[in-house]
Structure formats: C-alpha cells, structure tokens
C-alpha cells in the first residue's frame, strides 16, 4: 500500500489565492503509483465525459495523482469545483463546493483506493459518479454561474443553498435559482405566475393566444369550443414545461389532458394553440444577447426497434449521459404516451424508416428536448417586441419566448405569440454558456 488516507477537516475559510472553501487530508506514506492503476484511471474518468479535454493522471507522486484525479473527475460529472488540490504544510488540501464535500471524501478515498492497487468494484466508480451529476444537476444554472465566475476571476460567496453572491470591484450580484437579484422582486414574482403576466401582457395589447384562467372542467369545455381547437393548457404556476400539454385537438383529450396534468381545473390555463418555431430570446442588460430555437423530445424510426428502444439509443448521447450540458435524458412517461398515443402509437410500437416520432407536444430542454443557436435574421418589429416586454416588466435579464413560423417576418404579419416569460433565461450549458459570462459581466458592469 502506497498511501493511506488517515482523516479530513473541512476548512470554511476561503485560503488566499482560492476562491473555494477546503477540506484538508492526512496521508500517511508517499511513492509513486503503478502505470496500470493510473491509466486504469485515466480510462475511467475520460469516459464520464467524453466530450470534455482531459489532462492525464501524473504518474510521480501517489498523493498528487489522488488529487488531481479527484478534480478531473469533479469537473468531468459537472460539479462546479475547478481549481485542483494541492500540498500545503504537509496536508492535502482540496477545493469543494457547498453541499458536495460528502462527494469530494468519497472520490479522494476511491482515488487512493485506485492508485494502492486495491481491487475496486467499478459498481463503487459507477455510483460515485451518478450521485456527483445528480448534484450537478440540482445545482445546474447556479453551477454555470460559478463556473462562468471562475473562469472570469469572480468572487463568489456561498449564502445559502442555490443562493450564491459575486462580488467584483465593489459591485455585486445575487444569485437565486438562476435568477438575478438586478431584477426587483415585483418583476419576479409577476413573472412566477402565468396567469398574471399573461394578462398584463394582454391588457397592454402584446401578442398572445387567446385564452383564460379556467374554473372547472366544464369551463375547459366550453372555453375550448369558444377559443376553437387545437388549445393548449397550462399549469398556472409550474416552469420548465411541466404540466403543458400542446396541439389537445378534441374534447376527449381535453379530458384526458386535464387529469394526466393532475391539477385541479382552477389551477390551469387554457390557451389556443398556435403553430410555429420555438423561439427563446435570451435578454442581458435589457438587450436580446443570444437566440435559440427549440424542439420537442423525438426519435426517428429504424423500421426495426421499438421506441422504447429507440430512445434508450437516443440517452447514449454524450450530450444527455453527462447531464451536465443543454440536453437532458428522455424519460417515458405517462403524457409520452399520451402524446404517442395521439399518433396511433404506443412505446412498443416499430416507426418505419425514416419516420420522426415527437414524443412530446412541448420543447422544453427539461423534457428531452434539444437546441440550436439561431443565427438568422431577427425582424426589427420582433426585436423591439422582445425589449418591450422586457421593459413592460422592469426587469433585464430574463428569457422571453416566442412562437413564430419565421423570426425573419414581422409578428404583425405571421401571428406570432408571446408563449412565456422565464427569469431563468440561460437555457442550460451547451449552446449559451458564454450567456453567463455575459450576464455577470453586464451585473458587475466589467467592460
């Protein structure tokens, strides 16, 4: 045995030169790690991301290959720790992220496990690593920020939570959820509610689909027959795109919408259904800053694997295994099968070749859905709709979206329509990571 690992102290004072609390290890013993443990390792932490660069294991001193090991693969499973541990003294001292220190002792641990030769069950590896994404995920936009406030050399300060603080040059910023505290806690809390934004924004004659706050089911009924199908209905006050069910084409899936969604009548939203491209304007400083499409989960058939299949090949991305990145696995549930069964299909169904099924009737990244930076021309009646709304609310940094057949014609022509309105406007990692960049330079007002 090479080293082993004697105790570890939490340090909740950020050392100088670091922007990380610490938790500081005791070793006993040193020397140099066989090369079959360290490609051992090597293998495995590449392979958490394969999308990631990864800097190989040194291979000179036991303890400072443990380490570094421990930092690849924090930030291989998306944890927002980025600075390596290293000597101090005599004793390892290695960064952590609040609520993560549990996961770092365990991957030091399994690290000098790994590197003594000791026979390690990868079952060990293997869940080490799906409760450190899982973390990543509960963390997800505040773990962009951080990640964006290392990268710039941001202060950050932990005050709760999901609660972070950035401080730069006398100025700061709070972090909440994704949310900003730059925008004033009215703003915030109008836009955490769709039934009122929805109407302000109808009372101040902006673009929206027609509908109401419904009473009771036969409400539904008789809103749905006024509006005219195809409706859309909306849990009143969820995100992300739970409890939205789209393109509801008759009064039996009405029905069957309104008990799958779970909630009483009264807490829904009924909507006339509008066709179009999903756009989601990105607003930083009160300006749009990025624009993105979006689409609905889907697979696309292979004339001979079902669809339960074809979406298990489909979570074999490396874009949705790490969970780190915009995309997120598909997960069947009960409004897929609604959504698939309004097709004639069901997940043991075999598409034909070719065919693209949508799993389900909303875009949404959080439900499987996928991306694209769009990069096509924005007409400047849609751009100064955008801003208005931003304005309308008082608030800056927000994510507006828009149902539109084509961002390039005026909504005035197309019948586009305001769809939502989202304080938490960067949309996940992949395709608007440099938004946080962007969003705690305008905050902090670096040039």
């Not at 807490?267 to 179009?276: A, F, I, P, R, S």
């Not at 930076?373 to 927000?398: C, P, Q, S």
Request: glycine share 8%; aromatic share 6%; proline share 3%.
């Amino acid at each position: 045995m090479l080293i082993t690992l004697l105790s570890n102290t939490i340090d909740t004072q950020i050392r100088s030169g670091s922007l990380y609390p610490s938790i500081k290890f005791e070793f006993d013993g040193s020397g140099t790690p066989s090369s079959k443990s360290v490609k051992s390792l090597n293998k495995l932490i590449s392979a958490v991301d394969p999308l990631r660069a990864y800097v190989d294991i040194p291979e000179n001193d036991a303890i400072m290959a443990a380490l570094h090991a421990t930092w690849q693969l924090c930030e291989a499973a998306g944890l927002p720790i980025h600075e390596k541990g290293m000597l101090i003294d005599g004793k390892a001292v290695v960064p952590f992220w609040w609520g993560s220190h549990r996961l770092v002792i365990r991957a030091v641990g399994l690290m000098v496990d790994y590197l003594n030769d000791e026979k390690v069950k990868k079952g060990a590896f293997d869940k080490l690593v799906l409760d450190m994404r899982a973390e990543a995920a509960r963390l997800h936009t505040v773990g962009y920020y951080i990640t964006a406030a290392f990268k710039l050399g941001i202060q950050f300060t932990n005050l709760a939570d999901k609660l972070v603080r950035f401080d730069h040059n006398g100025k700061s910023v709070i972090v909440m959820n994704g949310m900003l505290s730059k925008n004033n806690v009215v703003s915030a809390t109008v836009l955490a509610n769709k039934t009122l934004y929805t109407q302000i924004l109808r009372n101040s004659n902006f673009p929206v689909s027609d509908g109401a706050r419904l009473l009771n089911i036969t409400h539904a009924k008789e809103k749905a027959a006024e509006i005219g199908y195809p409706v859309v209905v909306k849990n009143a006050m969820s995100s992300n795109g739970v409890g939205v069910i789209a393109g509801i084409a008759n009064e039996t899936e009405l029905e069957l919408a309104l008990a799958l969604i779970g909630k009483s009548a009264s807490q829904m939203l009924l909507e006339k259904h509008v066709d179009g491209v999903d756009y989601r304007f990105n607003i930083i400083g009160g300006k749009i800053a990025t624009v993105i499409t979006r689409t609905g989960a889907r697979v696309t058939g292979d004339g001979e694997s079902t669809i339960t299949k074809l979406i298990a090949e489909e979570n074999k991305n490396p874009l949705r295994v790490t969970q780190k990145y915009a995309m997120v696995q598909i997960v069947p549930d009960a409004s897929m099968e609604f959504e698939l069964a309004r097709q004639g299909l069901t997940l043991t169904s075999v598409p034909e070749k070719g065919k693209v099924i949508a799993l389900r009737s909303v875009c949404n990244l959080s439900s499987g859905g996928t991306a694209t930076r769009y990069l096509g021309e924005i007409h400047k009646d849609n751009r100064k709709l955008i801003e208005d709304v931003a304005r309308m609310f008082d608030t800056e940094y927000v994510g507006i979206d828009m149902i539109s057949p084509d961002a390039s014609v005026s909504w005035k022509d197309n019948g586009a329509v305001i769809c939502d309105i989202n304080g938490n406007h960067c949309l996940g990692k992949m395709l608007t990571f440099e938004a946080y960049e962007q969003t705690l330079r305008s905050a902090l007002g670096i040039l």
